[in-house]
């Protein structure tokens, strides 16, 4: 301080703080002495059974000091526990903090019940969930003007009236298709080798042609060692694919040269028609040809005259 130059009022400033700083120093001095004298006295509860377990077993060990039975010493040791025990039990207890329950809030509690409910009765939520939802829908149809055409707009009950719709017209087109399969029809046909050799089969009109055939080789000897592959289904002069069947000639209501080919049996058509627009309605017997001889006779008719049947070609519309 002696090299200070400044005023007196500052130095007599400095010198109080100084003085300031000097007594709070001695109040905390004073204050940490109180606080370790207080604490001599306090012993924590390991300590405490720290010294009785070391007074047991100081007095354990000499009062069995040198030979001693192992049931002496085991009764000694027993009365030794027995006795720290009481002490311990005489000792008084602390006392337990009572615990502190949180306070909820009143709409808490309605949540915590809310979500219980939830997962008791979540089938039950579920269906009141779908219940509500279809009353809100016809809530808000009844707010529209039945003056004005709304039909425009999108709707969900009538969108899914309408997919239920189609899904039961879906169902019953496919079931009555199934039913027309499963009819029988009677197939009027010959196996033609440059003679006919005239039979009838009863099948279901579900059936392909190769399996048709594969039943013909079983009704003629001459055919019995001629692979399915090696068959021709010819109707109308129209050489038939084997992977349509009869069901689909019906369906398509397809037509040959001379006549149709949905119709299986011979019929005979006895009008006098000139007109080339309308056609007739003769049947003819199908024929069973063996693809060789076909491939022999191709050039001279009958053979001349087939073609192979397309289905994706336009159909001629009955007249």
Known sequence: MTDYKGGADAMMRIRALQAQRLKEKQDNESKMKQLQESSKGIVSIDQKFAALSDKSDQKLSSETYGLVSLQDFQRKRSELEAQANKIQSQQPKVPKKPRIEKHKLSFAEEDEEESEEKEVKSESKEDEKEKDETEELKRKKTLKNPEVDTTFLPDR???????????????????????????????????????????????????????????????????????????????????????????????????????????????????????????????????????????????????????????????????
């Open 157 to 319: 009950e009538r969108e899914d009236e309408e997919q239920r719709e189609r899904e039961e017209l879906a169902k019953q087109w496919k079931e009555e298709q199934e039913r027309i399969k499963n009819e029988e029809v009677e197939i009027a046909y010959s196996y033609w080798d440059g003679a006919s050799h005239r039979k009838t089969s009863m099948i279901k009109k579900g059936w392909s042609i190769s399996k048709f055939l594969d039943r013909v080789r079983g009704e003629f000897k001459e055919l019995r060692g001629v692979s399915v592959d090696q068959l021709m289904f010819v109707k109308e002069d129209m050489i038939i694919p084997q992977n349509l069947s009869f069901y689909d000639l019906i369906l398509m209501k397809a037509r040959g040269k001379s006549g149709p080919l949905f119709i299986f049996g011979v019929k005979e058509d006895v009008r006098v028609v000139n007109d080339a627009s309308i056609e007739k309605e003769e049947s003819h017997a199908a024929k069973v040809v063996e693809r060789r001889y076909y491939e022999r006779v191709k050039h001279m008719p009958p053979a001349l005259r087939w073609e192979i049947f397309d289905p994706s070609a336009p159909q001629k519309e009955e007249k």
